[in-house]
């Protein structure tokens, strides 16, 4: 069950961040941008109810937006090492 929530809420961040127009790590179309953040909302939600229904509320509810937050502060950063990688000046 850990690695249940764990994984939707990577699965969340990256609908998340894939939404995001500003994003370079996998470019998406504008009707596909809107699906990817609905099925960030989507996650996250599954994220939330298992882990409370493994942790409790108040430590199930923490533990899944800690995930969350981790995960989306962590994809910038693997964006613009893989744009620095491509030999891209404009990052950051």
Do not use: N
Not at 64 to 75: E, I, K, P, R
Request: glycine share 12%; proline share 2%.
């Amino acid at each position: 069950m850990t690695l249940a929530y764990l994984a939707c809420a990577l699965f969340a961040a990256l609908g998340f961040y894939l939404g995001c127009r500003h994003q370079r790590l996998w470019p998406l179309g504008e009707g596909h941008a809107r699906l990817a953040h609905w099925a960030g909302w989507g996650f996250s939600l599954l994220s939330l109810v298992a882990a409370i229904r493994l942790l409790g509320v108040w430590a199930g509810v923490f533990s899944a937006l800690t995930a969350l937050m981790l995960v989306l502060v962590l994809l910038p950063y693997l964006d613009g090492w893989r744009q620095l990688r491509k030999g891209a000046a404009d990052v950051g």
